[in-house]
């Protein structure tokens, strides 16, 4: 995106050229590299990584749970239409097919989003001239807000569409949360003027600042790690984890005809449930696909926040609900800021959910664990080489990646979302087991587990 600096006669002027050229000039729909976007040349796309390991900022790593295929996809797309700006995000697939859906969320909206800015029309003179006085009024950073809201709004919209009509993806009982940051450095500068007698000079006095640009449907989570006044890390939620039972939520879905309510097995996790069937228990009040609720009161449009980053802020963490459920933000920060190496980072993250989820939940199914660590300061500290030394790669990201095309063709069902407490002897079943039953666990949060519905008698009774 960048800033341009003008120079006039009357006084300096900031423009955020928003990767559309200089001074607001369109480039058709391509990168700053000249190529065009589209979802057939990702792959060759510099700086952009999807899979377990690291970019020049920022380090990505996910792991398969018990509950089968891992549903989780994640994306670091660095020089994001320009060099100073960055996206992230995490997705966690849910349903019999969320792996397909998190994965088609992940390709597609980041290029969405890039589509919008790019072909955004340039104003005309005369719809300059009528709304020039309330530009004028507005600030630099509140245009490239609006600007940035708009964007997340219609790229979500279209997302959800796209996956409604989609041959392939079967998103009636499946779907995915989303959670996406954009992180885009900006150039102000003073309006000083200074004359001398001899020469000219327009003088500009050029600050760097970074804003943060986030859009958030689902219980995926991003928080910021900043140092406070002592020097010490502190965590700052980001997003709200969007749960069926908060008011406003719960609100709307209920005059959808939606209901909201929690299984007694897991009074702590409510979901929400068609008017007339106990099916299928999302555990979200926002996501993209889900579409036998989303006439229901579960919605695709994103929760947009703006911050303004400080030089005390150190990093960024996004991470699907498997990490969330078992470990607060200030441990997540601690973790990140212990590492050895900055290139570790996301791992021992997930490590540190893997271990919690053993002690916390022994009869529960762990779920998959998906991270995204984003340094501020745009450093990484290790080799390339060090990831196969440490066994970063892993063949659980590879899982997300593999679809299922007896899958892919299934029909869509209404299944009730349950739980069942195991039995003691079902619980010393072997640890190399992937493919546990419904019955052999707690299943937690967003699965939809594979068990009989109630009959149409007996949701009448």
């Known amino acids: 995106m960048g800033g341009c600096v003008s120079k006039s006669n009357e006084e300096p002027m900031y423009r955020p050229c928003l990767g559309m050229g200089c001074c607001g000039s369109k480039m058709g729909r391509r990168t700053s590299s000249g190529r065009i976007v589209s979802l057939n040349n990702l792959v060759s796309i510099p700086n952009r990584i999807t899979s377990n390991g690291k970019s020049k900022s920022s380090c990505i790593f996910t792991q398969q749970g018990r509950k089968g295929v891992n549903q989780d996809s994640m994306i670091v797309w660095e020089d994001f239409m320009s060099k100073d700006v960055t996206f992230c995000g995490v997705f966690d697939g849910h349903g019999p097919h969320g792996h397909l859906v998190s994965r088609k969320v992940r390709e597609s909206l980041p290029v969405r989003i890039l589509s919008f800015l790019q072909s955004k029309p340039s104003k005309s003179d005369s719809q300059e001239a009528d709304k020039e006085e309330e530009e004028e009024e507005a600030s630099e950073e509140d245009k490239l807000k609006l600007l940035w809201e708009e964007a997340f709004l219609k790229a979500f919209s279209a997302m959800d569409k796209e996956l409604r009509s989609h041959p392939n993806v079967e998103c009636f009982c499946s779907g995915s949360t989303a959670v996406t940051v954009i992180k885009q450095v900006i ?31 689902g219980d995926s989570r991003a928080i910021l790690g900043s140092k406070d006044s002592n020097d010490s890390l502190v965590a700052t939620q980001l997003t709200v984890d969007l749960k069926p039972d908060l008011p406003r939520e719960a609100e709307r879905i209920k005059q959808c005809k939606g ?40 919605i695709s449009v994103p929760e947009f926040s703006h911050r303004v980053l400080t030089d005390r802020d150190q990093f960024i963490v996004l991470a ?50 998906a991270v995204v660590c ?66 052999e666990g707690v299943t937690r949060v967003n699965s939809l587990v594979q068990l009989p519905r109630f009959s149409g008698e007996e949701t009448k009774t």
């Open 374 to 439: 984003l340094f501020l300061d745009e450093k990484m500290d290790s080799d390339p080489s060090d990831y196969e030394e440490q066994g970063y790669y892993s063949s659980a990201t590879n899982a997300v990646e593999e679809s299922d095309e007896s899958q892919v063709n299934a029909e869509p069902c209404l299944q009730r979302n349950v739980t069942v407490r195991a039995s003691t002897e079902k619980e010393k079943k072997s640890e190399g087991e992937q493919n546990w039953s419904g019955l």
């Open 187 to 217: 150039l102000m500068t003073t309006k000083d003027l200074f004359v001398s007698k001899d020469w000219f000079l327009m003088c500009f006095d050029v600050f760097q600042g970074s804003n943060l640009f986030m859009g958030n449907i």
């Open 259 to 298: 209901r909201v309510f929690a299984l007694e097995d897991e009074p702590e996790v409510p979901r929400v449930w068609l008017p007339y069937d106990n099916a299928p228990g999302l555990a979200m009040a926002r996501a993209f696909g889900d579409f036998c609720l989303k006439d229901y009161g579960v």
């Open 320 to 369: 699907s609900d498997g990490v969330w459920d078992v470990l607060s933000n200030e441990e997540v920060v601690e973790v990140v800021a212990s590492a050895p190496r900055r290139a570790s980072a996301a791992r021992l993250v997930v490590d540190a959910a893997a271990r919690e989820w053993k002690l916390k939940y022994p009869t529960s199914k762990m779920d998959d664990c």
